[in-house]
């Protein structure tokens, strides 16, 4: 009995070591992320097979897992940048990103964890700089905003995709420029704005006076058929349907036939 806890102690203390050994190989991957296996003792870090997947893994103690989160980010930018005329203009913008999951290995090996600041914000900052040089101050705030968004995420586009980033949107957010210059676009934009106004109100009032016009002489031209069909012996037929129907009314009248000109009855009182 006394020699029992000798013989046990090497057991106890290979369970110690199981246990941290375990714990030590034992790696959670949470939703959304991806592990990059790094080999200490055989070729470093595993390019040449897709990254850990979420769950559980168990490596051997002496490598290390690199947790990247896959899902789209959203990075917020702002920076100065310079117009065709040379004026400084302040652009916020919202960078929507992933890293590519299949190129993950390649992305830790050669960008790094920090492959945002490395690869993503430099390529951002200079597709903006070049895009923005290209307008006037007046177009990046008014007219050019939709344009200006989407050559700038196509120009990011070109230099991130072979750098293991998945690019899916950029959102130009905010566009400030010099007080000066946005007061005296805002009085050229109002001024354009009341001179279409006039504008319109002008064409308006022409196509009312055209329509008048065309109006006035579609009766004129009716009114001129319609006398010429208007016969003496019409008139009178006319005259004689009236005065049968006005002598079957039943209030008191007297009639005179033939005293009219043209022989037409006269009506004398209509009580």
Known sequence: MEKMPK??????????????????SA?????GEAGVLYRTFSGGVVTDKPPLSEGFHVVAPWNKVFIYEVRQQEVLEKMNVLSSNGLDIKLEASVWFQPKYESLGKLHKEKSEKYRERVLLPAIRSAARSVVGRYTPEQLYSSKRDAIQQEIFEETKKIVDDQYIQLNEVLVRDVT?????KDAIERKLKQEQESLEYEFRLVTAQKEAERQIIEAQGKADANKILS???TDKILQDKGIEATIKLSESENSKVIVIGSGDSGMPIILGNQ
């Open 177 to 181: 420029l010099p007080p000066t210059i």
């Open 27 to 31: 790696i959670t991957i949470g939703p």
């Open 228 to 230: 010429a069909s208007l």
């Open 7 to 24: 013989i046990a102690l090497p057991f106890v203390a290979l369970l110690v070591v199981l246990i941290i050994t375990i714990t030590k």
